[in-house]
Structure formats: C-alpha cells, structure tokens
C-alpha cells in the first residue's frame, strides 16, 4: 500500500497519556452516582446499572496479573477524526494487561455484531491505522441495536468468539444503547461487559464527566482552516460573501466554535433562534443590516456562518412544513388536487389551505424553495428538510431585502455571493494532536475498565486543557447522564443532547464580540492542523472547551 | 490586531534563499534570446527590449555600492498564496542593495498605478504580512493595462514618486503587459523599468525558464488536503460518489496534481477531451463504466475530479453555445419568439432551430443545465458557462445512463452523489514552505534585476526541485516566451499559455495508472499542509514539478 509522506511520518507518532496510565493503575470508587432526571424510572429501567460510581483511575503501585480476555469492538454512527486510536489505545491496552488478549472488530457498524461479521484487528494490521482519520478499518454503519433479538444474535457471535466485552464507539445514542445492552447483558448473567465511548463531531454529547465528544477537536480545525481561508480571500478580493454552512443538525457547537477560531461578520446560532423565536424574516434583516452596514463603510464582502440545522429551529418554519406534511400527505384530497393543478398556479392555491401565518413565511420564499417543501419528499412523506439549500435560502432573500433597502436608500453597497457547504472535508481528517491523544487515551482507558470487570460505562478522559499527563481517566456510569425523552411517540431513557448553552462560556464571548466582528474585519487564519512545532500550535484545543472549563 | 497562534508562530519563518543570492551577487549574461515563435513579429513589437540575454546570477566576491532608489509594486489578477513573500523578498533585496531603498504598493492592483493610489509600504507595516496568505497587503485587482493612456498616466505618478522600476506581480496577460509597459517605458526613455513574478494557482504559467507559478504548490496541497479527507470519508462511509470541481478555467494542472496527489477513482482533463474531440457521452459513459464496474465489486463509492472548465473543452458543447448565441442574440427574431413561447414548449421548439448535431446534445442535457443555456446571459449576450454546475451536470447524466445500464443487466448497485467544489479554499492559504521560500527568492531575484538596470525581464527561480541551497535564480526576457495569437480579433504578441501536456510527464505518469485507481481503492491521504516537521512532509514540491524535471 502507497501512503503519503504525511502518513508515513504520523505513523510514528506515539500518543500522549495520562501519567496515571503509563504504568500500574488503580480503580478508585467515587460516590454512587444518580441520574441527571427522572431517577426513579431510570433506576427501574436499568436495575443492574443504576447508581453506580462513578471510577477514577490512579497510578497504582503493583502490577496486578489479568487473564487474556477477547475484546469486541464496533464503531457507530458518522465518522469522527481519532476513531482509529480509539481502536489502538483499546488494542495497546488489553495487550497491556495481558499478551495474549486479542481484539476483534464487528464489520460495517452495530450491523456487523448482529450479522455477526468481523476480523481479529492484530498488531500488524493495525500498524496502518495508527494515528489516521476515517473509520475504513473496520468500516461503520447506522444500525441501531435497540431489539432483544438483536442482542441475542449478537450475544450468539460474542459467545463463539469468547468475546467477554464490547466497546461501542459512538454518540449520545450509540451509548444509550449501549447502554441497554449491558444492561440485557446484565440481566442475563451472559458474561459480556459492555462500554462506551464519546464520539461525535457535533460536539453535542458532553456534560459535567464528558468534557467533549471526540472528532470535534479535529473536524472544527479543518473548517475553521477553510473559513479562514475564505476569509482571508473575502478581504483580498473585496467582492463577494461567503456564505458558509457548516455540518451538525441538531446543535451548533460547530458553528460557535468555528467562529470562535476565525472571527467571521455573521454567525447563526440555531438554539439562539429556537430561544428567541426568531422568523426568517428577522434572521434575513439581521443579516441584511449588518452587510449594509458594511456596505456603508466601502466593504462589500464578509463571511456568514449558518448551521445545517438552522431551518428547523426556526418555529415558524417547523410550523409551515408540519402544515404541508398533513396537507400533502399521500393520498389526501388536498395532494390529489394539487398534484392535478398546473404548475404555475400550485403554489399560490397551496398558500391558501395554509394557515395566516405559515401562508405569510410560504409566500416569503424564493419560489425555487417553496418548490422543493412542496415536492420532495422522504418515503414517510415529510418534507425533506436536509435537501434545503438554507445557504442559498438565505443568500437570496437577504438579496432581496438589500433591494427592497436600496429603495429606500438604506442600502448603497453591492452584493455577491458565494456559497460554501463543509462537512466530509472534516469527518475523515487524520486526527489533531489533541483526538490523536484523547482517542487514544479513551481507548486505553476503556480497556482499564474491563479489566476491572466494568460494564455500563462510559470511558472518560478530563482535565483536557491541562498537559495530557495530567489528564483524569476514569469511567462514568452512562446511567448518569440519562433522562426520559418522548422519541417516537414513546417515553424511552436517553442521554441528554447537549446543545449550545445561553448561558454558556462559548455563547457569550461570542455575542459580546460579534457586533465589532459584523463590521469591523476581524478575521482570524487559523491555519492548516499542525502536527509538529510549538506546542501552543499543535496542542491546542477548542475554544469551546477552554471557555468551558475556565468558566468551571 | 488579534493573530491566530499558526499566524505568530509562523511569523518569525525566516524563507530560504538560494545560495547565490545570500551575500554579493554577480549577474552573468547568457546568449541572446529568440521568442518561441513568430521572431520577426515579435521582434518589430518590442524593438527595446527583444533578443535580451537570459540573465543568471552567482555569488559575486565582491559587495557593490548601489544608490538608493524607490522601487513599486502590483498584484495583479486573481490571489495565490506567497504574494505577500514576493513583495517581502522585494523589500529586502532593496533595502540590502542600499538601506535608503523605498518600496511603494500600488492599491487594488494595476488600476491603483492608473488612479495613483498607492501606500508606502514600511517594515512596520510589512511585519504582519510575512508568511501569510492572500493579497490583502495591497490589494489586488482585475484592470488591465494595455492602453497608452493608462501608461502616461501610471508615468505621472511614478515621476512624482521618483520610482526607478516597478514589479508586476500576475499570470501571462499581466506579464505580457509588463512587457508591453516595459517597451514603452523604454521606448520613450522614461527611466522605469518594469520586471514581471509568475503569478498563478492555475499553473499555466511555466515553460523551459519557469518551473512552476507560485501558488500552485500551496492551493492543490490544500485541494488535495480536502480530496484525501474525502476520499477517506468515501471509502469509510461506502455510500456516496462525490463528484469535486477544482477551479481553473483554462488549464488542468490543478485537476492533474491533486490527482497525482490523492489517486481518486476519475480524473477528468479538459485537454485530453479536447485532444479526443470527446463527447458529453462519451465523458459521461467512461465515468459510469468505472461506477458500474466498482459496484461489480460491491464498491458503490468513488471520487472523481472534474476541471472547471471542462464544458468549454468538449467541441460539441462548444459548438451548441455558439449556436444559442447567435440563435438568441439579443433582439433577434428566434428570441423574440422564444421568449413569447410558453415555457413547456420553448426547449423542445428550440432545439428544432439547431443543427441536428447540437439538437441531439441539447436534448440529452437534464432541463435544467438545459433552460440554464437558455435564460442566464452575460451582459453580452453570451451563454454564462462558468455558471453551469458541471459537477452536477455530470452526475444527473451519469445518474441517467446508470439507470439504462441497470435496465440492461449491466449495473448492480446504488449511485448517491456528493458535489463540492474547492477553489476560494486555496486562493489565500498561507504559502507551503515551498511557496513562501520560491516567493520570497522571486521578489528578492527582482530586486536584484532592478539593481542592475535590467527591464522586459521575468524574476525566475529553477532547479526547484532541489533544496533552495542550489536554487538557480536568474531573468529571463519576457519576449522569449512569446508568440502571436489571435485575441477579441486580433492578433496580439501574447506569453504562451501552458496547457497539460498530452506527452508530459505527469498526464502520462496518470493514465499510466488510472485504470487501476479507477476500479481499485489506492486513495491516498496527504493531509494538511505542515511547516514544521521531517522535511520530506514539509519541503516536498508538487508531484507535477517533480515528474517534468527528472524528465528533463
């Protein structure tokens, strides 16, 4: 196999750990721990892993003597930057604690385990991976193990292969599940420990024991290189925005962080808009104000940040298309005469079976738009929210709105736009420093765990501004974190969603910076990920996390 | 101002300079020189500054007492990472031939000469730029200079600034017009000499003299940076093909090297299909004969590289645009019926209007490339080619003829697409050390061209495929590279714009092995650029360079 020279010469490159990792270790209890809400029903539903301490793991003095133990491993969900080293530092350890334990990883994600596909990951074939993004060693998959079928089809493999623990590499619901699933293993008395590990690069599973999910650390670097990239071509040419939108449905740590790191004119917050209840039309005057504003002082260019997911935090968006999911439900009245009516009258008859409201923000958008809401559809039905082009939404009513300003004389400026998505740039980069030395260490740390006999946690790694020695490795019952959520109609146990906090470190520098960077140019070059070089270059972390733990 | 910490790491960066040009320096005077074609032309047109002898320069024993003289610059035309090193290396060539030496920036490029704005650029201000990306020390702009009276007028403020010679930094229309501005300045003994940098990402400014332009180095490492990522996100992922335009209108140099540098499964050259004479079908059938053969394999992911200006490479296609053209010339009969027509006949009535072979390859466009040729018009009425997705033109036709092939029994598997397309991403990047030390050694090697009263030359620096050490800098007469070529009618002394080579080392180093990249996984990651680290990763030149100079 050809590998760049990049490769070649990371390969060499041995992570970081906790000094308490590097010789003997030993499990210190802490206090029994409660879940975040809803104790007594989470209690009833995880009665072998409820109220567990959580572990802490010290320098030890004596070597203790392990049996060799196989060890299953299964990556989950959407790549992340370091799952690699999550792997070695799972495999380093258990070779650690015994030379002849061995590591077997489930094929294509959860699927595998319960398809039962897999390879023994041996010393060799790991030499690769070492220190590499992507998730191709042993593949991922979006399978969810959430059946009682699934777990004993699983338990069939696990048995034949002697396999006495599992690891689950994956987000907040990757680990709830994970979490079930040694609680099944639990009850059973089947012998398999079951533990987890924080991966997302939405940054959106964290809390009090989890400091950040992994891959966010990488992912953020890559695009606030681009963005900074951009921004610096913005301010050379002076004559286009950029509109950038940034991958992360469901929270914007990606965004927030991504401007923290580059200094940009707009930054879009999602859980802002949901809190304030921001219309499009607000967002667009925000926006359009602040690129007049710019216009006014001979800059016609600037950087906007939007999320994914932005649409849907919208209320008055949410609304609209609850409303055009019943109304162009398949096979109802109102569909059958829709689909029957010619093109250029559809739209404007549709507008009137809405309500006032969602009639007022459908007649407000671009009519390629308001196309897309009525016409593509998922194979439930629903309007397909990921196939709006929300950069491009936004880019042409904030046009429109400049005109409608210039009118009026409140705009004098030009406006042109470029538009930008970046999320498969990020996922796959060869890990920071920083998630090459955190996978690893969730990785060996995990390892610790089971040959503690440990099931039901969640592999832990904090302290992570300070010097990697002295981070502190632990294990954090996944009870913990939990609350009950209505998913689907059901009241089902879950880790809670960690979005961007209000009142949170992060958040708040942002919007005591963001009107001097709206007019001002401000910007910051990042810079390509460093592996080599001073340290305060290649060892930083996010400005997200230290905000967050200086804040503490 | 608030710096990244890469920015005030990589701020102290001292570039490296070749040997020759570290203490005295020596001018040798080679043979005269011939332009590359059309001697007699050529030699009429420029009858001051044709025939000069290629200039090398050695170390020289002894230091030579230079006057101080005031010296300007301008960035021309689109950015590319290193501006900010020439213009760094100009400003110390100057200052160590004579400390009283001054350097005035022309403001927003060549129309800032015209307009006489322009700002002293002192070491204080210079400080910040060192090492960085972008052009946005001085601005940069798309003006061009080729009227007597914009020459007169630049003269004005010249002689006002008491400016000996000025450096034009830009690709080869900025550097023929250097040339034009060098003759005339000459001609009229004006007391200005005029020296040219080979400025471009496109890389289609080099022949025997000049290696490489620069900043073609640091964006296709950036562009191959995100291509690698990708590519690992693919075959992680294992469910999209994502189809990656690279700018780059004219030349695929970009499109080449990032290939060279990351193995993807396609690579389109615009020369090649223009070489061929190729079709959209032929294209299109290549491209699914590889997704269908990858599939065969259970491959159902890819990645393919398209050039941005690859539409107006295909002869049919460029034959189809001449013909809308002149069929909806403003004011024109077919126009005036076109646009009258209700919108669901007008492309089918259209088409009867062509010429059978262009009404075939109208109607095999998805309608809406189709209605795009028909509609979006630049302000002289010509079709807006470089508004046509051709990432996404490609991957709907593709999509279609996959669906006639699965009909068939001759495709098995599943097709979902990615489209990006990376161009803003490199333009500004910080220079690789590459481009910050080729840079930094053009701006010094002009400086020292000034020294000796050269003018009509082009700062060059080869033999860059060895350390910087051994660099050869040197000038050479920008007449040497010039031919007559037809331009808006008429024939004009131009620089030879470099095309990919059908019988270059580096196409043929690609189709040697495209087939296998093609149906194979040979994706290789080179990551981020790094400026610290084992040299190998650090210093290495394109693969492009490489290959053409051990051809050599």
């Known amino acids: 196999m050809t590998i760049s020279a990049l490769q070649k010469a990371r390969a060499q490159y041995q992570p970081k750990l906790p000094k308490s990792l590097k010789g003997a270790v030993k499990l210190v209890d802490g206090a029994a721990t409660e879940s975040v809400a809803d104790q007594e029903e989470i209690k009833k539903l995880f009665p072998n892993t409820y109220g567990m301490p959580i572990v802490t793991l010290e320098e030890g003095s004596d070597a203790i003597e ?7 491993v299964i990556l989950s969900g959407g ?10 530092g799972i495999f380093d350890g258990i070779k650690q604690l015994n030379a002849g334990s061995k590591l077997f990883g489930f094929l294509g994600g959860p699927g595998g385990l319960v398809d039962h596909k897999y390879i023994e990951i041996t010393a060799e074939y790991l030499e690769g991976y070492r220190n590499t993004g992507g998730f191709d060693i042993i593949g991922s998959g ?3 193990l959430e059946e009682e079928a699934q777990f004993d089809k699983g338990l069939e493999i696990l048995k034949e292969l002697d396999i006495k623990a599992l690891v689950i590499i994956g987000g907040d619901d990757s680990n709830t599940n994970a979490c079930v699933l040694a609680e099944y293993y639990a009850a059973k008395d089947a012998g398999v420990q079951v533990i987890g590990c924080p991966k997302t690069i939405d940054g ?13 650390d990488t ?17 050379s040419a002076k004559k286009y925005w950029h509109f950038i939108k940034l991958m992360g449905r469901s929270a914007s740590h990606i965004g927030l962080e991504a401007a923290l790191q580059t200094q940009p004119n707009i930054t879009l917050i999602s859980e802002e808009v949901a809190e304030k209840k921001q219309t499009l039309e607000q967002i667009v005057d925000y926006m359009a104000g602040i690129v007049a504003k710019r216009a006014a002082n001979g800059d016609n260019f600037g950087v906007a940040l939007i999320p994914e997911g932005l649409i849907e935090f919208v209320p008055e968006m949410k609304k609209l298309i609850a409303e055009l999911n019943d109304l162009l439900a398949e096979g109802s009245d109102i569909e059958k005469e829709f689909k029957m009516m010619k093109k250029g009258h559809r739209l404007e008859w549709l507008a009137t079976q809405l309500t006032p409201e969602s009639a007022a ?9 308001a196309n897309q809401l009525t016409l593509d559809r998922d194979p439930h039905g629903n309007v397909q929210v990921s196939l709006i082009e929300t950069e491009k939404l936004l880019g042409e009513m904030v046009k429109t709105r400049l005109a409608e300003m210039k009118e009026k004389g409140e705009f ?19 890990p920071s420093n920083f998630d090459a030395d955190y996978c690893y260490s969730l990785g060996y740390t995990a390892s610790v765990l089971i040959g503690s006999g440990k099931t039901g946690y969640m592999s832990s790694v904090r302290n992570t501004t300070a010097a990697a020695d002295e981070w502190i490795a632990g294990g954090v019952p996944v009870t913990m974190m939990m609350n009950m959520e209505k998913r689907h109609g059901h009241m089902k146990p879950v880790i809670q969603k960690a979005l961007v906090e209000l009142d949170g470190a992060p958040y708040k520098y942002l919007v005591a910076n963001r009107d001097q960077w709206a007019v001002e140019t401000c910007y910051l070059y990042p810079g390509p990920i460093q592996y080599w070089g001073p340290t305060e270059v290649c060892d930083r972390t996010t400005v997200t996390l230290q905000l967050e733990q200086e804040g503490k």
Request: hydrophobic letters at 35%.
């Open 361 to 369: 923000v459908f007649k407000s958008l671009p009519s390629g738009i």
């Open 412 to 430: 004098n400026g030009k406006f042109g736009t470029q538009y930008h998505f970046f999320g498969y740039e990020g996922r796959c980069a060869a």
């Open 204 to 216: 959106d599973l964290k809390n009090e024991m989890i400091e950040t999910s992994f891959g966010f």
């Open 142 to 144: 979006r399978t969810k």
């Open 66 to 72: 392990f049996p060799a133990m196989n060890v299953g």
């Open 219 to 235: 992912a953020v670097k890559v695009y606030s290189e681009l963005i900074g990239n951009i921004q610096r071509d913005a301010n």
């Open 79 to 88: 790549q992340a930057p370091g799952g690699h080293n999550v792997i070695s």
